[in-house]
């Protein structure tokens, strides 16, 4: 169980460093010159899609 989790710990915050740098990349390339709600949106998309791996990932690092 103690394994599990710190393997779990370090792929959750190696995927958070990758997503956010990712979406940072992302939005850098696709949202100069949109309006005000395409850019609320992506990062309203962005921010919240993260959760369904971790979440998994939480799920497995709770298992017996």
Not at 42 to 48: D, N, R, T
């Amino acid at each position: 169980m103690r394994l599990r989790k710190f393997i779990g710990t370090i792929i959750t915050v190696s995927f958070l460093l990758i997503y956010c740098l990712m979406a940072m990349v992302l939005a850098a390339r696709l949202l100069p010159g949109t309006s005000g709600v395409v850019q609320l949106g992506y990062y309203a998309v962005a921010g919240l899609l993260w959760v369904i791996p971790v979440g998994l990932l939480i799920k497995w690092m709770q298992r017996e």
